[in-house]
């Protein structure tokens, strides 16, 4: 019996270390699940659909609205500039954000406004099959869901950079055109290669704006009243008349983003740098072609990666979207639309801030440390500390 009672004593120490340790690993991995999984649904949850203004007085037809994510410049990293770290972590960010917001708030349609990869522009065969690859898998998405994907100067390169091969490569993969028009739930969509409209004259400007005066022609043919007679508009396919909304990844022309506001506008020390045309933003022709082409209801944009309102022509809103990734933005973000034919209605939604999210790591790291001191009597509590002070006092 002493024999046993001595073996279950000695044996309390290792079991204190071991319960000590299994302590320690619970409480890392929920740090690790929380910071890493759990984070993108207590965030993205807070996120509504914003109501359509004016729904009582809509007909029935327009009652089904149409639920759009926008979310632009993702920017995937390549094989060149693209180091390993940096990839794991922002892709990380960015596929749990993306699959987490597919989840929780189940849109019809999502946009991504250009920009995908990083180095599209320049990168080879082997390296853009790989970007893709990456790609698909952190914006796979159900069948239930439409993914429509805009070209960037990232992906195709500037004006200068810009070939048909990388332009053929890229509609090939999202099925993009240069000039697209697609209708959903009776709403029609104006996407533009906005890298082509540097109006030069090259051979896919010209394509481009070719197929854009054909595309405002079909609308503007769709949106008269059918008893009013124009020969020009005999034969052309009839669209919902309903004004469009035009999707690119340039903005239209403003001089810099001194009207903008917002926690997620330009940094103070940028807003009042001039923008440079066909590179920073359209260039005043190019955008006054647009405008007058198409005379949208609304614009989205991307390409600044921070956030501008603006009206163009004192009426018509234009939204530059946010960067997606953590790469480009400390607090990223992503537009939630709700649109119908004739009205629509937009709500922004913030993902995790990456520094809140470096904070957690850094206060669970601190009280780890602390823990295990503590654990290994290196850390002595106050009270102990004085009392040995007294002790050695008394005994001298």
Not at 191 to 205: K, P, T
Not at 254 to 262: I, M, S
Not at 302 to 307: E, F, L, V
Request: net charge positive; with cysteine; hydrophobic share 40%.
């Amino acid at each position: 019996m002493l024999g046993s009672s001595s073996t279950t004593v000695k044996n309390l120490p290792q079991k204190r270390r071991l319960c000590f340790l299994l302590k320690l690993v619970c409480f890392v991995s929920s740090v690790l699940i929380f910071c890493e999984f759990l984070i993108y649904y207590v965030v993205i949850f807070q996120c509504q659909w914003p109501d359509v203004k004016g729904g009582a007085h809509m007909s029935e037809k327009e009652t089904s609205v149409l639920k759009a994510i926008i979310l632009a410049d993702t920017h995937l990293l390549g094989e060149i500039k693209g180091h390993w770290l940096d990839k794991l972590r922002r892709e990380w960010q960015m596929e749990r954000s993306f699959q987490t917001a597919l989840w929780l708030l189940q849109p019809d349609i999502v946009f991504i406004l250009g920009d995908v990869f990083d180095e599209g522009k320049w990168s080879s065969p082997q390296a853009w099959a790989d970007d893709v690859r990456r790609f698909q898998k952190m914006f796979r998405h159900s069948v239930s869901t439409e993914l429509v994907v805009i070209a960037g100067n990232h992906d195709i390169g500037f004006h200068y950079e810009m070939t048909t091969y990388k332009v053929n490569r890229f509609e090939k993969v999202f099925n993009f055109t240069s000039a697209k028009l697609i209708t959903r739930k009776g709403i029609n969509f104006v996407l533009v290669n906005s890298v082509a409209m540097e109006g030069d004259g090259c051979a896919v400007c010209r394509t481009s704006e070719a197929k854009l005066v054909a595309l405002s022609h079909k609308l503007n043919c769709s949106q008269q009243k059918p008893n009013h007679s124009n020969k020009r508009c005999s034969d052309v396919e009839k669209l919902p008349a309903s004004e469009p909304i035009l999707l690119q990844h340039y903005p239209l022309y403003r001089k810099n983003d001194a009207e903008c506001t917002g926690e997620d506008s330009a940094p103070p020390e940028e807003k009042n740098i001039p923008f440079k045309e066909k590179y920073d933003v359209l260039s005043i022709e190019a955008s006054q072609k647009l405008l007058w082409w198409f005379q949208p209801r609304l614009i989205l944009s991307g390409h600044t990666h921070s956030a501008c309102e603006v009206l163009h022509a004192g009426k018509i809103p234009e939204i530059s979207v946010p960067s997606f990734s953590w790469r480009n933005r400390n607090n990223p973000s992503f537009i939630m639309g709700s649109i119908t034919p004739t009205d629509f209605s937009l709500q922004k939604c913030f993902l995790p801030f990456e520094s809140r999210v470096f904070t957690i790591y850094c206060a669970a790291g601190a009280l780890l440390v602390i823990l295990v001191l503590a654990h290994v009597q290196l850390l002595t509590p106050p009270f102990y500390f004085a009392q040995r002070l007294i002790s050695k006092h008394k005994a001298v």
